[in-house]
């Protein structure tokens, strides 16, 4: 069974800094594309960042130049830097990986359960 689960939320204030971890487990044979989103209260999901199996990253507009997203084995990062009030939201980890379904291979998009950012002073 492949699980994610993120680690590394909690409380920071406006202009701190923290870093968010997702590490992937279980049969996986490879781990594509990841991806971070975040869900603020009363809105809806949004992308916040990407990097390819190949190192390659995309930013939404809104965390440019604040935020960085990173991998090494199983596991995505991103680091948030001067965060703001309206970067709070539960932020949740996205991967696309191939596991072992007995002798087949599938890849399929899994999720993390998320973890709380607060951001305020």
């Known amino acids: 069974q492949v699980r994610l689960v993120e680690s590394g939320g909690g409380l920071m204030q406006p202009g701190g800094s923290l870093r968010l971890s997702c590490a992937a487990s279980?049969?996986?044979?490879?781990?594509?594309?990841m991806r971070w989103f975040r869900q603020a209260p009363g809105k809806e999901r949004e992308w916040v960042a990407a990097?390819?199996?190949?190192?390659s990253t995309d930013y939404a507009d809104f965390v440019k130049g604040r935020f960085t997203i990173s991998r090494a084995a199983d596991t995505v990062y991103l680091q948030m830097n001067s965060p703001e009030p309206e970067d709070t939201a539960v932020y949740y980890c996205?991967?696309?990986?191939?596991?072992?379904?007995?002798?087949?291979?599938?890849?399929?998009?899994?999720w993390g359960k998320g973890t709380l950012v607060t951001v305020s002073s």
């Open positions: 990097v390819t199996r190949g190192g």
């Open positions: 279980g049969s996986i044979i490879m781990i594509n594309g």
């Open positions: 996205n991967a696309d990986i191939t596991y072992r379904d007995r002798a087949i291979l599938r890849t399929a998009p899994y």
